[in-house]
Each structure stands twice: as structure tokens, then as C-alpha cells.
């Protein structure tokens, strides 16, 4: 059995579900999402933040695996939600992670207990995006789309305004030595034209996951990070030639082109089991 870090180093899809319905948590888990993330954050209003924060530990207590989106650092609940997700040894997702050395003091206090996840959602934290990616107990970054839209005043579904911060995520995440980033959120729920058209647009950068905010995205956004059969039969072509072969179908193989190969084998073999 892999352990959660190594869940989140592959997984294509991660589902929210808000701390606050308890309801929903046995149903996300269903989903057929890679993992699931319960939300003290964004989903949760003020006065439920105390009580999602105990229906969250409820759950976790009896073993159900997740991510949890803690409240801000600095916020008045962030301290209490680390200490509750450390408890219980959950994966920590760190919201507007912008500050390398507020990160690494986060992680000294739950002193390795748990994996972070910094979702990196501000243009400071793209300016940072390096450091915060190469802090201790990070294993793979995310990005917040729809807050870095905001705060750039552009659309959070517009690729081309977007896609420079991606880049950096992507670059920020290989120099770091971690997993390649989570993209963000598609907001169109119900559209999976727009669904499919994000997870193509993120795969083409980098990408090899995505945020999902509805049980029907999961799914689809784990087919869209997928080999497609062309790359597979690609890469197994390559991979059969041998090592001394220049070119497969007029093109040169070298090392780092097996080493791509490989690695499109690989995940078409990663296990994606709901959390």
C-alpha cells in the first residue's frame, strides 16, 4: 500500500469537499477521484469553521484518507486546523503559499508528520514559486487559478493570460525535484468541453493533475492526464528499439527521449484509487 505522499505524487484528480458537509465526504470518496481534499478554507463560512474542523476530524478518525485545505497561516483557525490534520497524520494543503520561510516553519511544527501541498494562488507565490516548491516536506505544488485571476484582473478560464504562471509552476516544481503541480479548478461544473479543453491546455505545460470541485469532473480529468494509446505505442516502440537505436519513425532517440518514454509508461501503469 502506497502511502498518501506517494498517492499525491501521482494522482490526476483530486476532488474538494467542503469541512462543513459531512454528507458529502463518503460520496467524494466514491467519486473515483485520486484523492480527496475536505476544505476548511474557501468552502467554509465563518461560524462553521469550528464545527467543519470537527466533522473533518470525525471522519478522519475513522481512517478515511484525505487532504486538508487548512485556513491561511496567520488566520485565527490555521493553527488549530495543522494540529488536527497532524493528529491524524493528514497531508496539509496550505493555502495562499507564498512565503518559503513561513512554509518551512509550518513544517517544523508538525515536524515531518505531514506532507504539504502549497497551493500557490497569489503573484508572490509565483515570484517564489522555487523556493516554496524546494521547502522540506513539500511533495507536490498546486495552482490556484481562480485567486491569481482575481488579484491579476483577468479571467480565471483564459489560457493564454495564465500560462506564464503555469509555466513557472511547472519549472519551479522540476528545478525543486518534486512531482510536476496540480492545476487549478475548472469553474464551469457541468461543461466537459471546458473541462477537457483545461486538462489538455495544463498537460501541454507540465501538468500531470487537476484540482476538481464536482464528482463528474474526477473522471474525466484523470482520462485527460492519461497516455493517450498513440504515446503509449509510441513510447513502447522507442523502449523496444534498444538503447543503441538513433531513430524510431524519423526521429532521434537519445537519452533523454528514452527517459520520456519511460516515464509515459509509467503512468500509464500508476494506480489511481479513491481516497
Not at 473515483?32 to 476544505?39: E, K, M, T, Y
Not at 517564489?128 to 491579476?152: I, K, Q, S, Y
Not at 469553474?187 to 463528474?216: M, N
Amino acid at each position: 500500500m502506497s502511502t498518501l505522499a506517494e498517492r499525491i505524487a501521482i494522482a490526476r484528480s483530486l476532488l474538494f469537499v467542503p469541512g462543513d458537509r459531512p454528507d458529502r465526504f463518503d460520496k467524494a470518496a466514491a467519486s473515483g477521484a485520486d484523492l480527496v481534499i475536505v476544505d476548511l478554507e474557501d468552502a467554509v463560512a465563518v461560524p462553521d469553521k469550528e464545527r467543519a474542523r470537527g466533522h473533518t476530524a470525525a471522519w478522519l478518525a475513522h481512517g478515511n484518507p484525505a487532504i486538508v485545505r487548512i485556513n491561511p497561516p496567520g488566520t485565527t483557525w490555521a493553527e488549530t486546523d495543522l494540529r488536527m490534520a497532524a493528529e491524524h497524520g493528514s497531508p496539509v494543503m496550505v493555502p495562499k503559499a507564498e512565503d518559503p520561510v513561513a512554509l518551512a516553519d509550518l513544517a517544523a511544527r508538525i515536524a515531518g508528520r505531514c506532507a504539504l501541498v502549497p497551493l500557490i494562488e497569489t503573484a508572490l507565490g509565483i515570484e517564489n514559486a522555487l523556493a516554496v516548491c524546494a521547502t522540506p516536506g513539500v511533495v507536490r505544488a498546486a495552482f490556484g487559478n481562480v485567486d491569481l485571476a482575481a488579484r491579476l484582473g483577468v479571467a480565471p478560464d483564459d489560457h493564454t493570460a495564465l500560462t506564464f504562471a503555469r509555466s513557472r509552476l511547472v519549472l519551479a516544481s522540476a528545478a525543486a525535484g518534486i512531482a510536476p503541480p496540480v492545476d487549478g479548478v475548472t469553474t464551469a461544473v457541468r461543461d466537459a468541453g471546458a473541462l477537457r479543453a483545461d486538462t489538455a491546455h495544463a498537460r501541454r505545460l507540465g501538468f500531470t493533475g487537476k484540482l476538481c470541485i464536482h464528482p463528474a469532473q474526477p473522471p474525466l480529468a484523470a482520462e485527460g492526464f492519461a497516455p493517450s494509446g498513440e504515446e503509449l505505442r509510441w513510447a513502447r516502440a522507442v523502449l523496444d528499439a534498444g538503447d543503441s537505436v538513433t531513430t524510431v519513425d524519423g526521429r532521434m532517440v537519445d537519452k533523454p527521449v528514452l527517459e520520456r518514454a519511460r516515464r509515459t509508461l509509467a503512468q500509464a501503469r500508476a494506480p489511481h484509487t479513491a481516497a
